[in-house]
């Protein structure tokens, strides 16, 4: 097994913050390629969003891993809480459903800072799928979001700023948490 990524040891993770999210399917198995399962498998992490006060702020599902940028919207928010929670409700489900093991152990997380625009993440996340050769127009993925406005309007409002897309540490957002 491998071991759990290390949090940081002076912060509570409890609070009005925001966090960019990776959880990654056992074995980087191309799991999230069926409509039924990508479906089962994220209204458990919204469940657990919504019952630990996060809001999704934008999220893509790929075959073998997932991003989210998730917010706290109070300040008890807690974001173990959350991503605990999410992995085991939906592992659960999917376990139920297929008889196979769903997530690695542990995730990667980067807690944003408060000056830190979120708009280099969410770049970053949706996209995702033309980076990974899936599309050549993000308009033509189906497992993305952009919280509580519409994916072509954040294109749009993301085009309109020249944005760059974040970058992760060298294997950071790809490597087995």
């Known amino acids: 097994m491998l071991p759990k990524r290390p949090r940081l040891k002076d912060f509570s993770y409890t609070g009005r ?8 399917t056992h074995e980087r ?9 990508v479906a089962l498998v994220w209204s458990q992490i919204l469940r657990a969003a919504d019952e630990c006060m996060f809001e999704v702020i934008a999220h ?26 999410a992995k085991q409700r939906a592992a659960f489900e ?3 459903a297929t008889r196979r093991k769903l997530w690695q152990p542990s995730y990667y997380d980067h807690v944003l800072r ?11 996340i ?6 990974g050769g899936l599309v050549k127009h993000l308009e033509d993925y189906s ?21 760059e897309v ?12």
């Open 60 to 85: 893509v599902v790929m075959p073998d891993h997932l991003h989210v940028l998730a917010g706290g919207l109070a300040e008890t928010s807690d974001f173990r809480r959350f991503a605990s929670l």
């Open 17 to 24: 913050y925001r966090y960019f999210l990776t959880f990654c």
């Open 29 to 37: 198995s191309k799991i999230f390629v069926d409509d039924t399962v």
């Open 94 to 96: 999917f376990t139920s």
């Open 126 to 131: 949706l996209d995702n799928p033309v980076r």
């Open 166 to 177: 974040w970058q992760p540490l060298q294997g950071c957002a790809t490597r087995q948490p």
């Open 143 to 163: 497992y993305l979001g952009a919280g509580a406005i519409s994916v072509p309007q954040m294109l749009r409002e993301l085009a309109e700023g020249e944005i």
């Open 114 to 124: 408060e000056a830190e625009s979120s708009l280099p993440f969410i770049r970053y």
